[in-house]
């Protein structure tokens, strides 16, 4: 919930909470952050992980690109003029920002789709379909929506 924008309301129910308190806090993922955030509002936290941090497969290969923010759609619509990219996934930050990518890319003549907490379930249930089977060729998420997607035999992953 720190992550997705409830910050603030996090912050409004500590404040009425007795300050003597035990506080617990679950997620799958704890990104840098968070992990910042937390150990601001937690008072001497211990932090119990079930699994070791993840590490990259090394059939993964990185690559990372400095632009300015105009040229990244620019940029992300040149790297998929690689016809072997056959499937890509692309992360935005916001929702309205996969939108946006998504709506771009069409324009540009790439099968593109938008995946996010605000779209209905019907609608990412069908979207994930049409990526699965290839129907749309880049998927764009929030990092939020994209947690437990698994798509076997993606090509390519943005971020």
Do not use: W
Request: without cysteine; charged residues 25%.
């Amino acid at each position: 919930m720190l992550d997705m924008g409830f910050v603030r309301d996090v912050q409004q129910v500590i404040k009425v909470l007795p300050k003597d308190r035990q506080t617990l806090f679950f997620s799958a993922t704890m990104p840098p952050a968070i992990v910042k955030l937390a150990d601001e509002i937690l008072h001497q936290p211990v932090r119990i992980a079930v699994t070791p941090p993840a590490t990259t497969v090394d059939l993964i290969q990185q690559k990372l690109y400095y632009v300015e923010k105009p040229d990244k759609l620019p940029l992300l619509v040149e790297l998929l003029d690689d016809p072997k990219i056959t499937s890509a996934l692309v992360f935005t930050r916001t929702k309205h920002g996969a939108d946006v990518v998504a709506r771009k890319l069409t324009r540009d003549g790439i099968t593109a789709e938008a995946i996010h907490g605000n779209k209905t379930q019907g609608n990412r249930e069908r979207t994930l379909a049409s990526f699965r089977d290839g129907r749309t060729r880049v998927l764009v998420a929030t990092d939020i929506a994209a947690r437990g997607i698994d798509i076997e035999a993606l090509r390519r992953t943005v971020v």
